[in-house]
């Protein structure tokens, strides 16, 4: 697998960084709704105030959803901007840092990570998500896990809920709220 761009947004407000965020998903919803992968609770913002989409083999572009308050790219206001490294976009008092990088993927598979390192919606795709299922059914059971070689710190991570794991029972977890609502 190659390299992913990766959007990496700071969300800011009088210079002061409120949150850091990073994306390799395609779309990336901001406004109020508490859906939204970026959610700012703010009256002056819309609940779907901003969308970035990634292109086909291209550049992330940044559109306003028809808000009120407008969006902004470098103090320009918008419909609809491609995104440059370093550009910044303002809705109302808010500002958003962007900055486009290259993560190499095939390093982060190797490692277990935390599901604290994850800020934003995870999309996955079939091949991630057939990785998953396979990861989930070939874990033994906590009393079967053998021991190895392997310093403490590694062999409590292994025994913590993989960040596959937690996304998987999130996603199910939504499911079942969201089919909840349709029957009842």
Known sequence: MGDLP?????????DKILKTYAFTQDVVEIGRIPTADIFIDNTGIS???TRIEKS??????????????????????????VLQDKDVI???KFKMRVSIEDADMSEMQNERVS???????????TEQIA??????Q???PDNQ???????????????????????????????????GKFIF
């Open 115 to 125: 599901p604290d390192a994850f800020e934003g919606t995870t999309v996955l795709n």
């Open 138 to 140: 070939n874990n033994p």
């Open 6 to 14: 990766v959007l990496k947004i700071e969300l800011c407000i009088k």
């Open 56 to 81: 086909i083999g291209g550049p992330y572009v940044v559109k306003d959803l028809g808000s009120t308050n407008g969006t902004y790219v470098n103090d320009q206001r918008i419909t609809e901007k």
């Open 145 to 179: 896990v053998q021991s190895k070689t392997v310093p403490a710190n590694r062999r409590e991570a292994s025994q913590r809920i993989t960040a596959n794991q937690l996304f998987l029972w999130g996603g199910l977890v939504l499911f079942g709220i969201v089919l």
């Open 90 to 92: 303002s809705i109302n």
């Open 131 to 136: 990785h998953l299922n396979a990861s989930l």
């Open 47 to 49: 609940r779907a105030h």
